[in-house]
């Protein structure tokens, strides 16, 4: 893969759609139907549940569609692959016991990938309890140091060994700090860094140790890009100087959860969650409260609720209002209509989490490699299981 060019790709094709790409649909309204979205969503109205969620997943509708909507989905599809990497051979975990199948997929592929290059000692940052580590260990014999600021995740690991892999003690260090580029060099340069789901600036705090203290190799799985900030994304001198693009809060969630294949299941409960959701905002703005305020963290079990309890309970200003003229607003053709409008808006803006998510880390990519390290991307894991599968490798 050219980096340089899939990264000036994913960056022109966002920058045509930087509107959609920085805002909530809802925040939009009324004007949310601009430009060429007014088409594609007037098409993507007439679908069928399952076949929205053809589109939601990526999959090729089987449906005729339009030649626009056809070109957004193409294009902006194809700029997702990444090449997976290969993994010589498969190290079955040696042990399942409280692990969760995501996490049991994550460690088997990853730890395979790293015992397969025979680390003499590993440096494992943000480890929390130190599953990976222990997988390796448990194959190779080698020390590895697990650093993390949560004093809980490695009390949980030291359990784990204590009550049921003893054996692994002395070969696994805990140390509760909290890790940045400037971290004691003290453990040598011939170390082997990794980090699975670093979240936010961890992984670049990583990159910068890796090229500050020219350790032999870095095995990074970013995640979380939602709690980083502007000044830690653009870090490459290419992105600085070929007009780089700004995400805000709504763009960086929207990368931090994408790719995420959904079932039918989900995908119903996402819509009673956006069907309550939007609704309920509609309401007030009819009702003139034009603000898009957010209606916090609701329930799962909030959706069995009628929409005037749900109401009731996330908008108590709104007791006066008869159950009757609740459930009529939300029951009307107008109100259906502009919830499915917006619905169909965020499944055309889901598209492009995927691709701010490969700039946020294409760019790391190009960083590292202005500092003249050899590096690779890769897809490692099964993005049913574990979406976040991108793997960063550099060394010297
Ligand atoms: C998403 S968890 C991943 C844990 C583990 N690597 C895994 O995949 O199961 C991220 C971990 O990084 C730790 N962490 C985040 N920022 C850190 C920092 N600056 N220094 C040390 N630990 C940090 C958190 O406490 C947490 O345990």
Known sequence: MNIEKRFIQIKSFLEAHIKLVNSEPLELYPDHLFGNYKLLVQELKTFKKYELLEIENQQIPQRKISSSLSKFLTECWGLYPVPQVHINKNYPLFSKRKVSIKKQHEIERLASFIIDQKPNTILDIGSGAGLLSMQISNQLNCQCTLIDQSSDFQAKGKQIIKRWHSHLGHNIKYINKFFDKNYSNEHGPNQ????????????????????????????????????????????????????????????????????????????????????????????????????????????????????????????????????????????????????????????????????????????RVLYLQEANKEVQLHTIFDRNLSPRNLLITSHL
């Open 192 to 363: 082997f860094i990794i980090g699975l789901h670093t979240c936010g600036n961890l992984s670049n705090e990583l990159i910068d140790y890796h090229l500050n203290f020219s350790t032999s190799k870095l095995v990074n799985i970013p995640c979380c890009y939602h709690k980083l900030n502007n000044s830690q994304i653009n870090l490459s001198k290419f992105a600085k100087n070929n007009n780089p693009l700004e995400f805000n809060k709504y763009a960086k969630d929207m990368s931090a959860k994408s790719y995420k294949e959904l079932s039918l299941r989900d995908f119903e409960h996402k819509l009673k969650v956006k069907n309550y959701r939007y609704a309920l905002h509609l309401f007030r703005y009819e009702n003139g409260d034009d603000q898009f305020t957010s209606l916090g963290k609701t329930q799962q079990k909030d959706y069995g609720l009628s929409f005037s309890e749900y109401t009731k309970k996330y908008s108590p200003d709104l007791n006066s209002i008869s159950n009757l003229q609740l459930e009529s607003f939300i029951n009307s053709n107008k109100t259906k209509e502009q919830v499915l409008e917006l619905i169909c808006l965020g499944i055309l803006r889901n598209q492009l989490g995927r691709l701010v998510e490969l700039y946020i880390v294409l760019d």
